[in-house]
């Protein structure tokens, strides 16, 4: 029984008083009814984990893509490719269990068929993983400059609060200062970072190495310069954004003091990411990755078996490992399939 109060502690601490006066009457675990749903088959892990995600989201993209695991659209991915692998098996099985018969077909081209449809969805899904990944657990966006390029300022106008200490001293920033924001329904984390020169001061050099560390991580960098003929600090890479800092006291793009040109550099990485986005897939867990991964490993090895003529036992064995590796993602391994499907494809009359 779910019961839904009116939020005043009194009425709810009433309520729980009076229930607790039942006999057999307790509290739910944490996530009992969800595991309910899951051990009587009206939800598999995949939607669980939606679920869970969903309870989560801090953005609406976030929300979107949790939305759609929980609507089962992971799941109907799943059952087809494994529904692909069990046609496959079955047709390896049978010439098996079958082999003093004659089977009416040569079955290898459409096992081939099934193992290669298999290879291309499953390659299809995991290079959308990072991105989805990225969507579930947010972007990082890196500021990059020399000292006193208006990184701090910078970041503080994006997070419309004081988020970073700034000072006309050179240095002052030592740490990875990190703001997670809502940019356009994306979760995106800024990191302001120690300014990039050559120093001498061992705890300065160590935020400049720490800097340099996550600004390879980053999913995005924007590198402040203060004059277009100056040194980049740092060694570009295809997709980051060099903008002039400080514009208030100069020609420049933007400036954190003023505002000049911060929601077009926001809109710009908005933008950036949002296209990123476009290659997502619905696997957004390292679990859904892994699973995913292994079953790939199989199905290479039943196609290299085919090619190298092998054992149709062998090549069984592959596709069954393979099969058994997706069932893992939905938490349901059911072998008689391939004896159901081998009866209802071969009319044997036995």
């Not at 496959?88 to 099985?93: F, Q, V």
């Not at 991105?131 to 994006?158: Q, W």
Request: aromatic share 2%.
């Amino acid at each position: 029984m779910e019961l839904h109060l009116h939020g005043s502690r009194a009425v709810v601490r009433a309520v729980l008083d009076l229930l607790a006066t039942f006999a057999g009457a307790r509290p739910a675990l944490a996530g009992e009814f969800t595991r309910r749903a899951l051990e009587n088959d009206r939800m598999d892990l995949t939607q669980v984990e939606g679920l869970a995600d969903l309870i989560e989201a801090e953005t609406e993209l976030q929300r979107q893509q949790a939305q759609r695991v929980l609507s089962g659209e992971l799941s109907l991915r799943v059952q087809d490719w494994r529904r692909r692998l069990i046609e496959a098996g079955a047709l390896i099985e049978a010439t098996l269990d079958f082999a003093d018969e004659e089977v009416p077909v040569d079955v290898l081209p459409d096992v081939l068929g099934h193992i290669d449809a298999g290879i291309s969805a499953l390659t299809r899904e995991l290079e959308g993983y990072g991105v989805s990944e990225r969507i579930r657990d947010g972007f990082e966006v890196a500021i990059l400059g020399a000292p006193n390029a208006g990184k701090s300022t910078l970041l503080n106008a994006i997070a419309r609060r004081q988020v970073a200490l700034t000072s006309e001293i050179a240095g002052t920033t030592r740490d990875v200062i990190e703001v997670r924001t809502d940019l356009s329904g994306l979760p995106v984390t800024f990191l302001d970072t120690a300014g990039l020169r050559d120093t001498a001061d061992p705890l300065e050099a160590a935020g400049i190495d720490l800097a340099r560390a996550r600004a390879l991580e980053a999913d995005l960098r924007v590198v402040l310069t203060q004059r277009d003929d100056a040194p980049l600090p740092i060694e570009l890479r295809e997709g980051d954004i060099v903008k002039r800092g400080k514009s208030d006291i100069g020609e420049g793009d933007v400036s954190g003091l003023t505002g000049q040109g911060i929601d077009q550099l926001v809109n710009e990485i908005a933008g950036i990411l949002r296209n990123r986005t476009a290659s997502s897939s619905v696997a957004i867990r390292e679990r859904h990755a892994n699973a995913m991964r292994n079953s790939l490993s199989h199905l290479a090895n039943a196609r290299a078996a085919i090619d190298a003529r092998s054992d149709d036992a062998l090549i069984a064995l592959h596709l069954r490992d393979a099969t058994v590796a997706l069932e893992t993602m939905i938490g349901r391994v059911d072998i008689e399939d391939l004896l159901g499907d081998i009866f209802s494809r071969f009319c044997i009359g036995k």
